[in-house]
């Protein structure tokens, strides 16, 4: 399979070496200074992108990749309030889009577990959940696309809470953050009562998991075309 990749830092050459050990190509690799590479014949002939740059610059690079003509596999995060805009782009353009808030296999099925804990303490009203999550001082927004992702999870069960906030409220959902070191990423999600806590951890070991998580889902959108997420990859 040829492979484009979009934003070549610590996650696509991660990306570009899992790539090519799985036996695929890479055909181009776009980065802040060649832009123009966009409209080459080598991105063209791409049978999909592997998108990881910053929340500013990964809208325009996906429509780009939809111009061009090439499906996309999108794990930057901090852009989801254009979303709707990316969708209807999608299908207008009959183009191809996989995205996740987090490609790791572990994340995946801890998210699913989040929700069935949700959906089971919808009817213990004594339980209030929190979420915390800790990633390296680079990581340029908050809380994590994970944070969020975890959050929908839970609201989408549990009728008391109906929107996430960084900021103290009863009515919210509270995520918290901090930003330490190269900490991979780890994410807490706490139900407290007046009796007793339940915790749920996920702790990132390194970013192979992401970047091995990518690569399987451009390998899965090969030849589809619409809007995919984990789930629709790992029917969970």
């Known amino acids: 399979m040829k492979i484009a990749l979009i934003g070549y830092g610590k996650m696509g050459r991660m990306i570009e070496k ?10 181009c690799k776009i980065d802040v200074d060649n832009q123009s590479d966009f409209g080459s014949a080598e991105f063209a ?11 500013k610059t990964a809208v325009g690079n996906i429509e780009r990749s939809f111009a061009a003509g090439v499906p996309v596999v999108c794990g930057t995060t901090g852009w989801l309030e254009q979303m709707d805009h990316i969708k209807d782009l999608c299908e207008q353009t009959k183009g191809a889009l996989f995205y996740a808030s987090n490609y790791s296999l572990g994340v995946n099925i801890f998210m699913a577990v989040n929700s069935y804990l949700a959906k089971i303490m919808n009817g213990f009203k004594q339980y209030d959940p929190t979420i915390n999550e800790v990633h390296h ?14 959050a929908e999870g839970i609201m989408s069960q549990l009728e008391r809470k109906n ?6 409220d009863a ?21 407290d009562s007046a009796e007793d806590t339940i915790s749920m951890r996920h702790e990132a070991k390194g970013r192979e998991g992401l970047a091995l998580g990518a690569v399987a889902a451009a390998e899965w959108l090969a030849g589809r075309r619409g809007f995919y997420t984990m789930a629709d990859m790992l029917k969970f």
């Open 18 to 27: 899992i790539a090519l050990d799985r036996g695929h190509e890479i055909v």
């Open 45 to 55: 002939s791409a049978d999909v992108a592997i998108e990881f740059t910053t929340p």
């Open 137 to 150: 001082i680079h990581k340029l927004d908050h809380p994590s696309g994970t944070a969020i992702t975890l």
């Open 163 to 168: 929107a996430w906030t960084e900021e103290a």
């Open 171 to 191: 009515e919210g959902l509270l995520i918290t953050h901090q930003r330490e070191g190269e900490v991979p990423g780890i994410h807490t999600i706490t139900w």
